[in-house]
């Protein structure tokens, strides 16, 4: 028996979001700090005077002071194995031999370009060890797996709980009554990631078009609570019940109406009769509503409560005003007594799609098209295994863009990210996992049905919840498929502003008051030759422009690291282009029945059947901004709105001042006018944005023959290297509101180091982590775009690097000036102290940089081994050149596998020319 087992924490205090005495003070953004060289002044970029505090739920809920429930979080030190482990699910197996890790967990480290079916596929093993507290005998103990990918079997002290199905849902598990108390005690989970047509998405990953990854790769929750419960609505498995469900109808700016339902459970051997307690605070903390109801739960049972409050003069939530109530529920007894509760951020607000007039927003059409992009959520590194921050983070950087809408591309994803998109207003198309592929064999649709079931139980309260997308991505899946998918919903979501989508060119898209279409061109004239009066439009994926489905050669696929010019063709391509293209400017052009388009891609990220990651993101896969990320921004409202995202005018150069750069210069700003000064001569030029011009708000503004390296050189021949600067004012109402200033690198002197963590503490959990990027830089500090060097990171503190040099984690090759590494936090709230170095140093190479940063306590206790814990590596890869050598047969068949994959490609360029992909 392990003695060193206990539960590992901070104080259980719930503290509130108060959203009313929150005073966030975004500060102007030094542009020398976040990637790009020069100064800024009025431009807001992406740090904060003071840390934002964002707050996730836990198995669906925010943790209730008080209320008899209570929160562990069971990511730290389990034991992790690749590949098969026979007998791995029983209590006295031996795994002193495995890594210790922590969740989440995607069983490998890899590199940025990790595409091509790079990682591993196959079976893992996880097992950790704990004591269970004695304060907790007589309560439900459930354990919550976020998700796991692939198909998965939970073992608690060798008894098989569950087998699950599919990777992108929770994995729920009553384990009450199989612990064992004051002693040692062993959750066993095998997983396998390997490609299965048996559940959904079903499409094997070296015809897929986006990776798979694997293991534990969400979080793990154990919950505690009394046996008189509010269930799991993902455990329960009652349609349209389980848990809490909150909508909403008669939604107006004088009032509204909040549907309740609660459903209860009695685990204990007496008959319950009680109370439900709803307490509706407003983001300022005064109650806007209350109200008790009797509830009468029979030993063994459960049953739903159904309620109604009508709120008076409700702030609604928008995506320019993303207002959050606080819905406390409390179960008490016939004394008062509380035995079960919890609390959910709502958004009082009606979403209605109505044909010819278009989206309708608490009951005013909205104003603009929303205009979005899809996620994957893979990360630089680490793939699927991203910790809240990082999917909070996420939706920061979309959202300072001016986006209102994600589409959740191909799959329900992290509840963090659909929290932070109730936080920061963004709408969310919630996706049910599935991408050109059908089985038809009856078990393949029941789990499809059963995954559509499910991401309307989590997600359901979700503010940002806008459209749902019940059917499988780009798929010629049956006749009946469709009604059948589109009737599970209604029958999960019986309320109002409940909509579905479904691609127009798809069987069965006539059960579906959304349709999916490009804008077709006549000129610039939108139309859709059969468009249905009753029916709305919406772009699901523009921006890609492909030669052909199989070699993906692109203008809007552009890496980071290509430089200047490749990134101003690809923010071209994706504002306004000189050939017809569904674009941001042709999504504005559009009526009212067409509603807006997402992005084809937020982020880079890996695929499965392409040797090439997608390079056509906004950012890179560490989240290091192109130039389109900035066109992005300018098309964002001038008005300063909101202090939980950016907001406001906005000025960006996107022109390097290098030897290679061009004569002209682009610019990118929301402002009415921009004057750009070359002070090299000292000569101004003023450009007006149009007005009462329909197409996208803010265009591309080109200076033409501006730079020009000669004159450069010939200044700095004389020491006057002073002189040589762009600079670009954003003016409104005639007064300067935003400023941009450009340099030409000089002779690279030192190593820069900053912190890209949107102003979100590190929290010591021992898997939250943060991007440091290291950069080449002057004198000055203008960073050296063109530069070959490697730097290496030292970490010493409570902190350790993701990644070494076999997934070129560290070192890291400069790209575009900068070398980004993952700082992960310990389970001991702390300093860190981060250093780069350039590789190879020597007496004239750049100066060494040394980055200081600090954990907080994490909010949720922990249950962990200490033991076990501090195994946990200082820095270590499960990636690439591990493995089983391969025979001669093995070598042979993948050979033949290959060469099936190539006319398997066949189909997949084929289905995705069916769908329309063309614009």
């Not at 919903?489 to 006539?510: I, K, W």
């Not at 709230?829 to 190479?845: C, D, N, Y």
């Amino acid at each position: 028996m392990r003695k060193d087992s206990f539960f590992v924490g901070n104080n259980k205090r719930y503290i509130m979001i108060n959203f009313g005495k929150i005073l966030l003070l975004l500060c102007i953004f030094l542009l020398g700090h976040a990637d790009v060289q020069g100064k800024a002044t009025g431009c807001a970029g992406g740090t904060a005077s003071i840390t934002y505090k964002p707050k996730f739920s836990t198995a669906g809920f925010f943790k209730l002071p008080d209320s008899g429930r209570e929160v562990f979080s069971m990511n730290p030190a389990w034991r992790f194995h690749k590949g098969n482990a026979a007998e791995a699910e029983t209590v006295n197996f031996d795994d002193s031999g495995w890594t210790v890790v922590s969740l989440p967990n995607g069983i490998e480290y890899l590199p940025t370009e990790a595409s091509g079916c790079v990682n591993y596929q196959g079976e893992v093993w996880y097992r950790k060890h704990f004591t269970p507290a004695d304060t907790l005998r007589g309560k439900k103990l459930f354990l919550h797996f976020e998700a796991i990918m692939g198909k998965s079997r939970i073992f608690v002290n060798g008894q098989l709980m569950t087998e699950h199905f599919g990777g992108y849902l929770p994995v729920v598990v009553d384990m009450t009554d199989a612990l064992k108390w004051g002693e040692d005690n062993v959750i066993a989970v095998w997983a396998d990631n390997s490609n299965d047509p048996a559940y959904p998405p079903g499409k094997a990953q070296e015809v897929l078009d986006f990776t798979y990854f694997g293991g534990i790769y969400r979080d793990c929750w154990l919950i505690a609570h009394n046996p008189v419960f509010i269930t799991d609505p993902n455990f329960e498995d009652e349609v349209a019940g389980g848990g809490l469900f909150v909508a909403y109808d008669k939604v107006s700016e004088t009032s509204a109406e909040v549907l309740l339902k609660v459903h209860v459970r009695n685990d204990s051997r007496k008959d319950f009769t009680g109370m439900v307690e709803y307490e509706l605070l407003q983001p300022d903390g005064r109650q806007a509503a209350s109200m008790t109801n009797k509830i009468r739960v029979r030993a063994g049972k459960a049953t739903a409560s159904h309620d109604k409050i009508l709120i008076t003069d409700p702030a609604l939530w928008s995506p320019e005003n993303p207002v959050l109530y606080h819905l406390n529920i409390r179960i008490s007894d016939r004394k008062g007594n509380v035995v079960d509760g919890y609390c959910r951020r709502i958004g009082i607000r009606s979403v209605e799609f109505k044909g010819k007039e278009g989206f309708w927003l608490n009951g005013k059409p909205y104003e603009a098209p929303l205009i979005g992009a899809n996620r994957h959520q893979d990360f630089a590194v680490v793939g699927n295994a991203v910790p809240n921050s990082i999917h909070w983070r996420d939706a920061k950087k979309l959202r300072d863009t001016g986006m209102k809408v994600i589409r959740n591309a191909h799959c329900p994803q992290d509840p963090a990210f659909m929290d932070a998109c109730d936080e920061l207003g963004l709408f969310v198309i919630v996706n049910t996992p599935g991408w050109q592929f059908w089985n038809d064999a009856p078990e393949f649709a029941q789990r499809v049905y059963s995954d559509i079931r499910n991401l309307v139980r989590r997600d359901r309260n979700h503010a940002c919840v806008w459209l749902w997308e019940p059917v499988l991505n780009e798929t010629w899946y049956p006749e009946d498929f469709a009604k059948k998918a589109a009737d599970i919903v209604t029958q999960e979501y019986p309320y109002p502003y409940c909509y579905s989508g479904c691609d127009r060119g798809a069987r069965g898209h006539e059960h579906f008051p959304v349709l999916f279409t490009h804008p077709s061109f006549d000129g610039k004239v939108w139309h859709v030759e059969d468009a249905a009066p009753g029916i709305a439009y919406f772009t699901r994926e523009w921006g890609d422009n492909v030669d052909d489905w199989g070699s993906h050669n692109s203008p809007s696929r552009v890496a980071r690291n290509w430089g200047e010019q490749p990134m101003l063709v690809q923010a071209r391509h994706y504002a306004n282009p000189r050939y017809a293209y569904t674009s941001y400017d042709a999504l504005y052009r559009t009526p009212r029945q067409h509603v807006g388009g997402c992005l084809w891609h937020s982020f880079d990220h890996q695929r499965g059947y392409h040797p090439d990651p997608f390079y056509g993101g906004l950012m890179d896969v560490f989240r290091q901004p192109k130039y389109a990320y900035y066109m992005f921004k300018a098309q964002r409202s001038p008005k300063k709105q909101n202090r939980l995202f950016e907001t406001g005018p906005m000025v960006y150069i996107a022109h390097e001042m290098t030897p290679f750069s061009g004569k002209d210069v682009t610019v990118y700003s929301n402002c009415e006018k921009v004057r750009l000064t070359f002070l090299k001569n000292g000569k101004s030029f003023t450009y007006t944005q149009p007005t009462a011009v329909q197409g996208m708000p803010s265009p591309i503004i080109t200076f033409h023959d501006i730079y020009d390296f000669m004159e450069d050189k010939a200044l700095a021949r004389k020491q006057r290297q002073s002189e040589v600067l762009l600079r670009a004012e954003g003016l409104i109402d005639g007064k300067v509101v935003a400023t941009h200033e450009r340099f030409p690198a000089r002779r690279p002197e030192k190593l820069l180091l900053w912190v890209d963590n949107e102003n979100v503490d590190l929290k010591a959990d021992g898997s939250d982590f943060v991007t440091v990027v290291a950069a080449v830089a002057d004198r000055n500090g203008t960073i050296k775009r063109l530069n070959n060097y490697y730097v290496k990171f030292h970490v010493e503190g409570e902190g350790r690097i993701l990644g070494d040099v076999s997934v070129l984690a560290n070192p890291a090759p400069i790209k575009w000036g900068t070398a980004p590494v993952l700082i992960q936090s310990t389970l001991k709230p702390g300093k860190i102290k981060v250093s780069a170095s350039v590789l190879f140093a020597g007496s004239q190479m750049p100066v060494s940089a040394v980055l200081e940063l600090e954990s907080v306590a994490a909010e949720h206790p922990s249950v962990y081994s200490e033991k076990e814990a501090a195994l946990i590596p200082a820095s270590f890869t499960t990636g690439l050149g591990e493995g089983i050598a391969k025979s001669d047969a093995e070598l042979k068949q993948e050979q033949l596998q290959k060469e099936l994959n190539v006319r398997r490609l066949k189909e997949v360029e084929k289905q995705q020319e069916d769908f329309g992909e063309k614009k």
